[in-house]
């Protein structure tokens, strides 16, 4: 724990009340997050509702618990599927090259034109809006970074002479992918992630507030953002609330990332 | 030439790293008079650099100087202006760098590059900008002077760059020149016309030279003075000739007997099957196409036969882009023939067949550059016992054993297993590398450019360790070097390639005493010849006379 700056103490911080809320929201809320109570519809923060209650008297701490579980796990599962499709592609390709590497990276220069958000949208037309529609369209919409990233990394690395030295040990190419290869990515791929976490994170509160995310009335960040608008007059906290864990999550994710490109930076190691 | 006062006097000069106290000279004290050549001989590591970069105030704000004077033309450089500085760098005191591939900015057309220097300090009509320019590029031997100034670096090869980077320098009629390590990264005929250049073009204009080098050789050769560092410390300084003819300090002795210097040749036994047995061997690599033209294939091998006996080690030498390379990867199978064919103990080798198999288990490979050979991300025992995934015939427990032997063999003590290559030097990192080829006990060991990475005393160290290993395990070896002297050192017998033929072959006494072809004389006349003395010294001289016959201790 030395030299640790406090950037990284912020970032982990939040990034851990993040954790902390979302494991919370999945066992256990203060209220229902879907029980209604119309006697106390826009009620504002007190003693018993903390965060206050939102048009239908729902109470918005116990919804932001439950919201924080869904959005971490879609994030999560994004960000996995993102990063193996992206990295088995990008490995694939940037090791054999020839021409189905140049077909797969002009496929995967066409994806990478489109915003996510604009992809991720048309997709979600085909697979309908639901929690696993979202983890398939964001995925897919963010593949294409991961494989240009691997991609490149593998290039410099196959011309590195270890790479020639395992296949003149005999080892098959399979072997020197996985064995010398992969790991050599970890670093630039742990940071990748890191980011894109953020970025699937809004990105997901964005369609949702778009009503093409998670569909009422299970609650997300985003979905609740979206409600609290036409209230924003009569009860500004509906917005505020969501809209300020959003911002400190990717605050915290992105000092994170900071601390971890630092950290797995080779020339920074001992 | 005595009587001349000091064009650069550097008195008790020490130099530390600011934050964490280190010293990097100690008290160094040394003097360059005008038009003089002083070399500055050591390893990485002794301050050789830094002390050249503290005379133009270029070593880094982190290192400062703690005592002592350096006096440039009677000028003190520590209390001069900023500005002062400026004017003196580049128009009196010219650098020129060791890397030619990125001291010359890639993205600037080679004319505007050498005005650059003439603008800042001279007060000139473009015309008379141009004319100078040109002189100097012809002078330093550009065929096109013209056409080169439109050109971009990467259009000319590493020693067309230093050329052009001497005549960047030298436009400007430096009254001192800094090299460091003009020449490390050419091959031996490019290196000796580079520093033949370097010291014409200096004598012409009288300007002095600083010549920082770790090669003996050429300090030996080109130098009026030698100054020997070692740790921040000057250990010995005088006149070149006197001084490595009858050195005095144990670390110049040291330095000197870490040159590589011939060994008794042995008696290879001739073998009816040959080890490896190359036939009329071809290797075109693909043009890069554009879009309308397909450009025509390069030939890197030009029908190649060689062959190898079991134990002998057969070096190839020859300047960069001769084809050595490229015929090492081949016969590693890292590169697919054209044309030709690859025999092992008489059978034929072939990706797709069975034996290949038993090939690829026999034939291993130590590569030139020990920082980007070994998998950073593995330690140094998984490195080692890697090798050894495809052995059938050893459990674990033997193949453990068998990597902690190897890696004694190779002078690495057992802790090193659980290291990773970032911890290591550069010549301990080409120990495991080389561990790593023989712990398999291959039949035939590929060798490219192994010691060429590392410094004169490592390189001497690893050089012995291969030879030792050699000769205990009995490996057919094809050494791949442009680095004459080692070569001499190792190899039973020498073939010379030249635009990817074969142009000479021999036993290794015969190639070095009475080279036949034009071109291993070339190769030969390239690097100077030291002589031992009875004192432990050395001496420059001569390997063989103009008729290219032997000589008896270097006269002819």
């Known amino acids: 724990m030395r030299n640790l700056a406090p950037n990284t103490l912020i970032g982990s911080a939040l990034v851990g009340t993040l954790l902390a809320g979302a494991f919370m929201g999945a066992v256990w809320t203060p209220y229902d997050p879907l029980g209604l109570n119309f006697k106390l519809k826009l009620a504002g923060p007190s003693a018993a509702h903390w965060l206050g209650t939102d048009e239908f008297g729902r109470d918005v701490l116990s919804r932001l618990l439950a919201g924080a579980a869904t959005s971490f796990w879609i994030s999560l599962l994004t960000v996995v599927l993102a990063v193996a499709a992206g990295t088995l592609i990008g490995i694939l390709t940037g090791y054999f090259r020839g021409w189905v590497d140049r077909i797969v990276m002009t496929f995967n220069d066409a994806l990478l034109a489109f915003p996510g958000i604009l992809l991720a949208l048309g997709l979600l037309a085909v697979v309908g809006a639901n929690k696993y529609g979202i983890i398939l369209a964001l995925g897919l919409a963010y593949t294409p970074t991961v494989v240009r990233i691997v991609r490149g990394n593998v290039l410099s690395l196959r011309e590195r002479e270890f790479i020639e030295a395992s296949r003149v040990m005999g080892n098959s190419n399979a072997y020197t992918m996985f064995r010398h290869i992969l790991p050599n990515c970890i670093a630039p791929l742990t ?27 299970a609650p997300t960040w985003g979905n609740m953002l979206a409600s609290g608008r036409p209230f924003i007059s009569q009860a500004v906290w509906l917005a505020i609330f969501p809209g300020l864990c959003i911002s400190l999550t990717l605050l915290g994710i992105n000092l994170l990332g900071d601390a971890l490109r630092d950290k797995l930076d080779p020339r ?3 | 030439m005595q009587e001349k006062s000091p064009l650069l006097d550097v008195r008790g000069l ?6 964490t106290g280190i010293k990097i000279l100690k008290n160094i004290s040394f003097d360059v008079k005008a038009g003089e050549i002083v070399g500055i001989v050591g390893e990485s590591g002794s301050g050789k650099s830094m002390a050249a970069r503290a005379i133009i105030a270029l070593n880094p704000s982190a290192v400062q100087r703690t005592t002592g004077t350096i006096s440039f033309e009677g000028r003190d450089i520590g209390t001069m202006h900023k500005r002062d500085l400026q004017a003196l760098r580049g128009a009196r005191v010219g650098m020129v760098f060791q890397e030619p591939m990125t001291s010359l900015n890639p993205s600037m057309r080679i004319g505007r590059q050498l005005e650059e220097g003439l603008r800042l300090h001279r007060r000139l009509t473009s015309r008379e900008r141009h004319r100078l320019i040109v002189e100097m590029l012809a002078r330093v031997g550009l065929n096109d002077p013209q056409t080169a100034l439109a050109a971009m670096p990467h259009h000319f090869s590493g020693g067309m760059r230093q050329r052009i980077m001497l005549a960047a320098v030298m436009l400007l009629k430096p009254a001192l020149l800094i090299a460091d390590e003009p020449t490390t990264a050419l091959d031996a005929v490019v290196q000796r016309d580079v520093l033949e250049l370097m010291v014409d073009l200096t004598r012409e204009n009288n300007t002095a030279v600083l010549m920082i080098s770790h090669d003996l050789a050429m300090v030996a050769k080109y130098s009026d003075r030698v100054v020997v560092m070692s740790q921040g410390e000057i250990v010995e300084q005088g006149d070149t000739r006197n001084l490595l003819r009858a050195p005095q300090h144990p670390y110049t002795r040291k330095l000197l007997s870490a040159l590589p210097h011939r ?7 001739v073998s009816p099957i040959a080890r490896i047995n190359v036939d009329g ?3 075109d ?7 309308l033209r397909k450009g025509q294939p390069k030939r890197a091998l030009n029908g190649v036969s060689l062959s190898v006996m079991p134990g002998e080690v057969v070096a190839v030498v020859g300047g960069s882009g001769s084809g050595k390379t490229t015929l090492g990867r081949t016969i590693a199978g890292l590169i697919k023939p054209t044309d030709g064919k690859i025999l092992f103990n008489g059978k034929p080798i072939q990706i797709s067949a069975t034996d290949y198999v038993d090939y690829r288990l026999n034939c291993q490979m130590v590569f030139q550059d020990p920082y980007s050979s070994l998998d950073p991300r593995m330690t140094i025992g998984s490195l080692v016992g890697e090798a050894l995934r495809h052995s059938t015939e050893l459990t674990n427990k033997e193949k453990n054993m068998r990597v902690a032997d190897v890696l004694d063999e190779v002078g690495l003590s057992p802790e090193f297993a659980s290291r990773f290559p970032h911890q290591l030097s550069g010549g301990q990192r080409q120990r495991v590398a080389i561990a790593r080829a023989v712990v398999r006990r291959p039949q035939f060991v590929i060798a490219d450019e192994p010691v060429s990475a590392l410094d004169v005393t490592v390189r001497a160290q690893v050089l012995k360790l291969f030879a030792e290993l050699q000769r205990k395990h009995g490996f057919s070896c094809l050494f791949i070097s442009h680095d004459l002297a080692v070569v001499e050192q190792i190899a039973d017998r020498v073939i010379v390639m030249n635009h990817g033929v074969i142009v000479e072959e021999g036993r290794r006494d015969a190639i070095f005493d009475s080279p036949q072809h034009e071109y291993t004389r070339k190769l030969l006349q390239a690097i100077p010849a030291l002589f031992g003395t009875e004192n432990g010294g050395v001496e420059l001289g001569w390997r063989f006379d103009d008729a290219g016959r032997k000589t008896v201790n270097g006269r002819p």
């Open chain 2, 281 to 283: 061997l071809v290797v």
């Open chain 1, 268 to 270: 920074m190691r001992g």
């Open chain 1, 191 to 217: 940071v990748l992630a890191t980011s894109m976490f953020g970025w699937v994170l809004l990105a997901e509160s964005a369609l949702s507030f778009l009503g093409l995310g998670v569909p009422p009335p």
């Open chain 2, 263 to 269: 060994v008794p040749a042995r008696a290879v036994e």
């Open chain 2, 14 to 19: 020490s130099l530390e790293v600011a934050r």
């Open chain 2, 285 to 291: 690599f693909a043009a890069r196409r554009s879009l």
